[in-house]
Nanobody, 115 residues
Framework: QVQFVESGGGLVQPGGSLRLSCAAS????????MGWYRQVPGKQRELVAI???????NYADSVKGRFTISRDNAKSTVYLQMNSLKPEDTAVYYC?????????WGQGTQVTVSS
């Protein structure tokens, strides 16, 4: 079955960096646009970055210029490099398909930005 396993979160000070990873299994990873989502308690899950199968990318305005999404099709893994982190980036981060509907969610990885 489909499985996404996110990792790399943690506690970081404002201005710091983190690199998230998401390993996918059970899907034909190479052909799908993949996305990183984040969710704060009490709010809807937000799509913050997309990478298409050909490698082009799109970002939410809130993270543009600070976050970089990438993928390694050989490893069925998608990454999110997060720089210049702000307290408002604090959330649980998930990966999933970005188009054609989402699949089963993984457990996510907690990112906390605080001094």
């Amino acid at each position: 079955q489909v499985q996404f396993v996110e990792s790399g979160g943690g506690l970081v000070q404002p201005g710091g960096s983190l690199r998230l990873s998401c390993a996918a299994s059970g899907i034909n990873f190479n052909i799908y646009a993949m996305g990183w989502y984040r969710q704060v308690p009490g709010k809807q899950r937000e799509l913050v970055a997309i990478i298409y199968s050909i490698g082009s990318t799109n970002y939410a305005d809130s993270v543009k210029g600070r976050f970089t999404i990438s993928r390694d099709n050989a490893k069925s893994t998608v990454y999110l490099q997060m720089n210049s982190l702000k307290p408002e980036d604090t959330a649980v981060y998930y990966c999933n398909r970005a188009r054609l509907g989402v699949l089963a969610w993984g457990q996510g990885t907690q990112v906390t930005v605080s001094s």
